[in-house]
Every structure is written in structure tokens, then in C-alpha cells.
């Protein structure tokens, strides 16, 4: 989607993608990485997964266009930060954590990246977020920021598209399996309408969360 549209959500309140809960398939699927390995997350919003990643002993990148998110990201959690430049773009970096957020737009940021390769990816409600004409794009910047063999994890889910409008998107598994050529394992399927009223309320009958592990 557009910034438009995510600046006016911000800006209304309009976020029940945003959960209080730390995602459970981190504590199921999150893979044993070296401490510092660094971990990207890609339209972050005020996700406390991010949190959780930096408790893990990660080195935390993630990106959001909306810096009424970051902020309230540092706010609600108790953080001081910083702002910066790096890589060319506004970086607030937390004083008590090891978290970097790049106020900026996420393919923009991977083009002028120049950093070593980031080690491993958590999409969660970032792929599903784009419509289809923009889900290409977003995976060849995630492609080009990590390392030849990432890890990590990402999140889709699947629905009939022609009962809701996006986001979020219905992705299908095929159009993950094309997008990331085999780099990813699907480990987990499970049917979470319940959780999604706005999908209730349209009459969705039936809507899947996959969780893919690198
Ligand atoms: C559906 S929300 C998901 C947020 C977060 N991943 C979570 O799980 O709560 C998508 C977020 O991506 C941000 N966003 C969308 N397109 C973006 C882009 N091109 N660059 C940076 N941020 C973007 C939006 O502002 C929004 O906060």
C-alpha cells in the first residue's frame, strides 16, 4: 500500500494488526543464531517482537515508513533513543537495547544499504501487507540486504480474497514458493478467522496463517 494509507491507519488508530502478545511461532520456530547476528524486520510498525529479537541477543534492523510508530514503539516500552543518519536515512537507535529503526521506506533503504549482509529475516505481517504488485519488489529487498543463506522466519496467511479487501493480502503458498525459490520450509498451518474480526464481519469464511521457516 501506498504511505498514504498507512500515515492515515497510524494516524487514526487504525492497527489491529498490532498484537500485545509476542507471536507464538517465535518461541516455536525462531532458529539459534550467534549472538550479535543481526536480524532484519521489514515493516516493523510497533511490534514487540522486536523486543523479543533483542532479548535473544540480536542485533535489531527494522524498517518503518510512519515515525508516529517508532516513537510510540520507544514510548510504550520505556526506551530513550537517539536519532541519526545511517546508510543515508533517519535511524533511531534505543539507549537500553540493541535496536535500530530506520524511519524511511523500506525499498528505498535497501537500495542505498550498504552494509555487511544481515543474517536473518522476521516477516510478519510485512509481505501480506503490499499488494500483489508490490510483493516482488519487497522480496528482492529483503534478497538484497541479507546474506545468501538467510534465517528466520515468515508469516502469511491466506483467505478468498474476493470476500475482503487488503490488507492483509491474501498470499498463496505457491506465490511464497515462487517468490523465495525453495528457501523456505512451510512448518506450521493453522486457521485463525476467529482472531480477525474485520475478516468475520466480511463474511470470510475460512482464513489460514502459514508460518515458513528459512
Ligand atoms: C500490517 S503493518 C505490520 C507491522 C508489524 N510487522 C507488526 O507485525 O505489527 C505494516 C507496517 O508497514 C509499514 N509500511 C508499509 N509499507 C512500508 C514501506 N514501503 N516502507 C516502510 N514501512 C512500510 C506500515 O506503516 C505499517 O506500520
Not at 33 to 45: Q, R, T, W
Not at 55 to 69: K, M, N, P, Q, T
Not at 138 to 144: G, I, L, N
Not at 187 to 203: K, N, T
Request: charged share 25%; hydrophobic share 45%.
Amino acid at each position: 500500500m501506498r504511505a498514504n494509507f498507512w500515515i492515515k491507519a497510524w494516524g487514526e488508530g487504525n492497527i489491529g494488526f498490532h498484537q500485545a502478545d509476542i507471536h507464538p511461532a517465535l518461541q516455536k520456530y525462531w532458529p539459534e543464531l550467534e549472538a550479535g547476528a543481526s536480524v532484519l524486520v521489514p515493516l516493523c510498525g510497533k511490534s514487540r517482537d522486536l523486543l523479543w529479537l533483542e532479548e535473544r541477543g540480536l542485533d535489531v534492523i527494522g524498517i518503518e515508513f510512519v515515525e508516529s510508530a517508532v516513537l510510540d514503539f520507544f514510548c510504550e516500552n520505556d526506551l530513550t533513543w537517539n536519532k541519526s543518519v545511517q546508510y543515508g536515512h533517519p535511524c533511531y537507535r534505543a539507549h537500553e537495547r540493541n535496536i535500530r529503526l530506520f524511519v524511511t521506506d523500506f525499498i528505498q533503504f535497501a537500495k542505498d544499504y550498504d552494509g555487511q549482509p544481515i543474517a536473518s529475516l522476521y516477516d510478519r505481517a510485512a509481505l501480506v501487507a503490499l499488494p500483489e504488485d508490490m510483493r516482488a519488489d519487497y522480496v528482492s529487498a529483503c534478497k538484497k540486504l541479507l546474506n545468501t543463506s538467510p534465517q528466520g522466519l515468515l508469516i502469511t496467511m491466506e483467505y478468498d480474497q474476493a470476500a475482503m479487501e487488503g490488507p492483509p493480502f491474501s498470499v498463496a503458498v505457491a506465490e511464497v514458493e515462487r517468490h523465495w525459490e525453495g528457501k523456505l520450509k512451510l512448518v506450521e498451518q493453522a486457521d485463525i478467522l476467529s482472531s480477525m474480526p474485520r475478516a468475520v464481519a466480511s463474511g470470510v469464511q475460512r482464513l489460514d496463517e502459514y508460518v515458513w521457516v528459512f
